[in-house]
């Protein structure tokens, strides 16, 4: 939703405003005086009001018209309140204008969805890279592994991946097999690409040198290949 497509409904009150402001106002910097000289504002402005005065703002407040005064130029400075210029029948008025703090309502919400978003993208990515690999679609069964390693293992998308990969390369494709490879980095504190690059490479090397001196013992036919490290069996 665009701004201009949120400001238009908050003007025709198709959402409560007031409901939305009391529950969120600490979180984008309002005090409780400063959320009810807006509130106040918004409702002297539906009334046709459009300048109203410190002393009528004040009016069955608990503050003083000059304290009210004052917080209306903070309010300005910190771009929660505007004063435009508007022409009536010829003649110049002033009003107040909420439109900044709409922006900033509109920009709060749209900041803490996003999160969400990255997310639902980051595991629609995450699974589309696994399908692709596996050339088939997942199983349920296969679906709920990759919903845990993500939400009750806490690994990271990208470790996931690399550990498909690691799979990948062994010839050992199968989610039992991931998972152990995902158990066997955080149990050794891997948390990044490189590390695992290192952990894997560490095990590489200590299963080539035991093929090797294996292989000394073997005869002319017995064609070493370069082992990868069985995670099933640790």
């Known amino acids: 939703m665009k701004i201009e497509q949120f400001i238009s409904i908050v003007d025709s009150g198709s959402i409560s405003i007031p409901g939305i402001l009391f529950e969120h106002y600490a979180d984008l910097g309002l005090s409780e005086t400063e ?21 009528e703002l004040a009016n069955n407040m608990s503050i003083a018209s000059e304290s009210c005064m004052n917080s209306i130029r903070l309010l300005i400075k910190r771009g929660f309140l505007d004063i435009e210029e508007f022409d009536q029948s010829g003649i110049l008025h002033e009003r107040y204008s909420l439109y900044p703090l709409w922006n900033k309502l509109y920009k709060y919400f749209l900041q803490k969805d996003q999160p969400a978003k990255e997310k639902e993208e980051t595991e629609k990515s995450l699974y589309t890279v696994f399908e ?3 050339g088939r679609p997942l199983s349920p069964f296969e679906c709920e592994s990759l919903t845990i390693w993500l939400d009750q293992d806490y690994h990271d ?7 498909l990969r690691e799979a990948v ?4 494709l199968n989610f039992r097999y ?5 158990f066997e980095w955080k149990k050794n504190g891997v948390q990044t690409i490189e590390q695992a690059r290192i952990h894997s490479r560490k095990f590489r ?10 292989g000394n ?6 064609k070493r290949k370069v082992p990868f490290y069985n995670w099933l069996e640790n």
Do not use: N
């Not at 959320?35 to 002393?55: A, C, N, R, W």
């Not at 090397?205 to 294996?214: G, L, V």
């Open 169 to 172: 390369i062994s010839g050992k």
């Open 205 to 214: 090397q200590y299963q080539t040198k035991s093929s090797s001196s294996e």
């Open 157 to 163: 998308p990208v470790i996931i991946k690399t550990a």
């Open 35 to 55: 959320i009810m000289i807006l509130l106040k504002i918004k409702s002297q402005l539906e009334k046709g009001s459009y300048f109203p005065t410190p002393d």
């Open 132 to 134: 692709q690999e596996f």
């Open 217 to 222: 013992e073997s005869t002319d036919e017995y």
């Open 178 to 182: 991931i998972d152990r490879i995902l």
